[in-house]
């Protein structure tokens, strides 16, 4: 398996794997499956300021995690939220702790301090994979998002990556790290 930075040629094969989720489960309350263009947009705006990376077996992109803003105010910059995804056949092989552990990596290069995860209650297999990566639910929001003609929870959980008691070292944009 490689680790590697996702690049916008990426975008359909990325926009391939999400299709699965957008189409076939609640994990996201996306309800269209976004266009390539679209995607490839997606990617180079994240890439600005977060690192967004791919996993690959065999020259196959298998999934890819990434990082975003947690809010858009400026004090909120050293809180992010994190998203993996994974090919359906490639579940339950250490590709999703491997990506989130070299997205951690980049993040402290970062100085990001928390990372967050927003996970579809009653994804009790994305808890779990949370859980076991050291975060620790911290909310839980009742019927929040409609989607498959039925109200979906959503719980986050929180991982603090490192911590500055004093003073804050300056967010360094992906760009620039």
């Known amino acids: 398996m490689t680790i590697r930075s996702a690049t916008i040629a990426d975008a359909q094969a990325l926009t391939a794997i999400y299709a699965y989720y957008v189409e ?6 996306e309800t269209e499956v976004p266009s390539v263009q679209e995607f490839a947009e997606r990617i180079a705006k994240t890439l600005k300021r977060y690192p967004y990376l791919v996993a690959e077996e065999a020259g196959e992109i298998v999934g890819y995690a990434y990082a975003s803003a947690y809010k858009e105010r400026a004090a909120y910059d050293w809180t992010v939220e994190v998203t993996v995804y994974l090919a359906p056949d490639a579940k339950a092989k250490g590709l999703g702790t491997a990506l989130y552990q070299a997205l951690e990596e980049k993040l402290k290069a970062q100085n990001v301090v928390n990372l967050t995860a927003c996970i579809t209650g009653g994804n009790q297999q994305s808890e779990a994979f949370h859980e076991n990566l050291g975060y620790r639910k911290v909310a839980d929001f009742a ?3 409609y989607k498959f003609n039925q109200w979906h929870d959503v719980i986050w959980m929180q991982k603090e990556l490192q911590w500055f008691p004093e ?11």
Do not use: L
């Open 24 to 29: 076939k489960t609640p994990i996201t309350f």
């Open 143 to 145: 019927h929040v998002g």
């Open 167 to 177: 003073k804050v070292p300056a967010f360094i944009p992906n760009e620039k790290a």
